[in-house]
């Protein structure tokens, strides 16, 4: 065991800056697990794809995303949307 001998605004500050860095891990790691939210909004899912709402709703239409309806409110599972869009299909266009 090392005995560190300081004075009273050595130690504050020493203390102050413990606090500091462990309050920034423990908010760090709390807006990590917000961000990992296991379903999202129309709007969350538009702003994620960063196209319109509507864009988002036609493609739930279309089948391009899977949606599930609970009341009015449409919720898109992440991991379903992550997998459609690794699923993107290229197009031939014939001209």
Do not use: C, D, W
Not at 14 to 30: I, M, N, P
Request: aromatic share 8%; glycine share 4%; charged share 35%.
């Amino acid at each position: 065991m090392k005995l560190i001998i300081t004075k009273q605004g050595e130690l504050e500050e020493l203390v102050q800056a413990s606090v500091e860095k462990s309050l920034e891990q423990f908010y760090r790691k709390k807006t990590e697990k917000e961000t990992e939210q296991k379903t999202l909004s129309v709007k969350e899912t538009a702003k994620f794809l960063n196209v319109s709402e509507l864009t988002v709703r036609n493609y739930i239409k279309r089948g391009f995303i899977h949606a599930e309806q609970i009341g009015h409110r449409i919720f898109i599972p992440r991991e379903r949307l992550l997998e459609a869009l690794k699923e993107v299909k290229s197009f031939k266009y014939k001209r």
